[in-house]
């Protein structure tokens, strides 16, 4: 009889909700983590130190108050990579004990230590002093997580030439930082410096940012992160970056040259397989370390499954929670229905990027008619108040049965005001709904009544012409 019914590699929002998934339908759980890691890398690297960082740099530096009490307000003129760190280090102790109590109170055992293949239903898991224990169990789901790639012609010095992880760890806010790659977490973190006066230049080879964004909400954010002083430059390649006494300097293929004091590379995540023992039980990444799955979260060996970022697209931590539990149900021969079709993204730039469902190019590209309403935040009561006159709601409408096709929203509580969208798309409802409804007044959410209004009038518009 192997130790337990299932084991869980790695805490993160995947192994956390699976290791609880699996306890609540009352089967013996183990999960495996480092030590100093309890959360994976969502809690101690990632999304709540990056988002807690966020919420420090917006509130140090006043910048949402700025249009109400001129641009050279600030509530602190000096902030120090102190001041941001007291905030991030509270959330995540906070979050770590929130975790744990969690997996105790559910009966999960947890074993630390890092995990490898013996066999396909064995793990040898040593800890930092080097002893080891071996556990088996019937299920295993892995949850490792990612790292950020690093590219091997890069030599990183953790001080100069940092990568995501390390910007957590400068020892002073940069006078200028290059952000090499402008996915979304070059973007979040170059957004986060221009707003503390950090002189910002992003290099990306691609000809635009965000491209599975709505392009018009890309060009205003663009727009904003000119205003903080940000300088694009696209379709560039650094080719190297030398190391100098004051800083770095980056080289691109084009023969420019960029000075800075740091360099962040931001080149994608690396799935943390490489010390797995894949290959004792029977399975294989690819080269960005990523595990292949079936719909039901299940590798090529059946009793052995993959969630979270190791299993790559989308790669976010809401995704990886609910990836957990499905496969944690079908493990134990409970399954679930799968994930909705319908996901939410979230991007935690200054200011904030949301949306669900096709973008304007989608739509177009694939010859479905649809009809555009948007309402700006500087018509509404709430958004003079709290001092966002950028901000907008774009709604995507079919005019053949008025449902709503996307919704983007950019500006102040983006990632909250996007689930009013996601509820009425969810239950297949219409911009009638929308048109009818109260809303609380003064509120964001009002925004959805006046862009269904807007949408309804273009269609009203159509109508008569058909006439």
Known sequence: MADFDVAVIGSGPGGQKAAIAAAKLEKR??????????GGVCINTGTIPSKTLREAVLYLTGLNQREMYGQSYRVKDDITVGDLGIRTQHVIGREIDVIRSQLARNHVAVVPGTARFVDPHTLDVIDESNRDVKITADKIIIATGTRPARPASVEFDEETIIDSDGILNLQAVP????????GVIGIEYASMFAALGTK???VERRERMLDFCDLEIVEALKYHLRDLAVTFRFGETVAAVERHARGALALLESGKKIPAETVMYSAGRQGMTDGLGLELAGLSADDRGRIPVDEHYRTTVPHIYAVGD?????????????QGRIAAHHACAEPLHGIHHLQPIGIYTIPEISFIGRTEDELTASQVPFEVGISRYRELARGQIIGDTYGMLKLLVSPEDRSLLGVHVFGTGATELLHIGQAVMGCGGTIDYLVDAVFNYPTLAESYKVAALDAMN?????ARFEL
């Open 29 to 38: 759980v183990v999960i495996v983590e480092r030590r100093n890691m309890m």
């Open 175 to 182: 006078d200028s930082l290059v952000v090499v790659g402008a």
């Open 200 to 202: 910002v230049t992003v």
């Open 310 to 322: 190791v299993i790559g697209f989308p790669s976010l931590a809401a995704t990886s929670m609910e």
């Open 458 to 462: 273009k269609l009203r518009r159509v």
